[in-house]
T-cell receptor, first 113, second 111 residues
Framework: EAGVAQSPRYKIIEKRQSVAFWCNPISGHATLYWYQQILGQGPKLLIQFQNNGVVDDSQLPKDRFSAERLKGVDSTLKIQPAKLEDSAVYLC???????????FGPGTRLTVL | GESVGLHLPTLSVQEGDNSIINCAYSNSASDYFIWYKQESGKGPQFIIDIRSNMDKRQGQRVTVLLNKTVKHLSLQIAATQPGDSAVYFCAEKEGAQKLVFGQGTRLTINP
């Protein structure tokens, strides 16, 4: 069974630029999550989708971050404009139902200069 | 702040010894807990989970203990191997849908 796929693996941008990350969850998984993991910390949930609907985006900085999951499969996370403090690993995860047993992708390491 | 935390940020053990990683949680209503392992450059990997109606659950070389009285969770790894070197996170289910992760403990295995 293929795991959660993410791209790109690494991205370096300058502040105020825009960036987008892509995630393809495990086939059949209805729930998709985006997390932000700052160095030395645990993952922090940014947004959770159930199929193509948003379940929780309470910790998503909506003035600069946006995410979509059209057709309920792939998802993209965008940052516009980026700030220095956005430097982190952005993890995508998926699960069959709810938060139980989430499977994580390898993440995208973002560096904002 | 985070509702789930860890007592120690780093832990070093000798290869072959048993490891115990601890986690404290603050939400007494939490009913589901998970331990994840994260190796360098990879996403977190599910290790074992436990529901609040259990005190102990065993897997292959791993055991999770839950003490609801003091809101404490631990992960025991038997006969640690070099491949066990990683950062270990506990996570707590908050409400119906959300997992909250702790800071993590880095486990280092000495030869």
């Amino acid at each position: 069974e293929a795991g959660v796929a993410q791209s790109p693996r690494y991205k370096i941008i300058e502040k105020r630029q825009s960036v987008a990350f892509w995630c393809n969850p495990i086939s059949g998984h209805a729930t998709l999550y985006w997390y932000q993991q700052i160095l030395g910390q645990g993952p922090k949930l940014l947004i959770q989708f159930q199929n193509n609907g948003v379940v929780d985006d309470s910790q998503l900085p909506k003035d600069r971050f946006s995410a979509e999951r059209l057709k309920g499969v792939d998802s993209t996370l965008k940052i516009q404009p980026a700030k220095l403090e956005d430097s982190a690993v952005y993890l995508c995860a998926s699960s069959l139902v709810g938060p139980d047993t989430q499977y994580f992708g390898p993440g995208t390491r973002l560096t904002v200069l | 702040g985070e509702s789930v935390g860890l007592h120690l940020p780093t832990l070093s053990v000798q290869e072959g010894d048993n490891s115990i990683i601890n986690c404290a949680y603050s939400n007494s209503a939490s009913d589901y807990f998970i331990w994840y392992k994260q190796e360098s450059g990879k996403g977190p990997q599910f290790i074992i989970d436990i529901r609040s109606n259990m005190d102990k659950r065993q897997g292959q070389r791993v055991t999770v203990l839950l003490n609801k009285t003091v809101k404490h969770l631990s992960l025991q790894i038997a006969a640690t191997q070099p491949g066990d070197s990683a950062v270990y996170f506990c996570a707590e289910k908050e409400g119906a849908q959300k997992l909250v992760f702790g800071q993590g403990t880095r486990l280092t295995i000495n030869p």
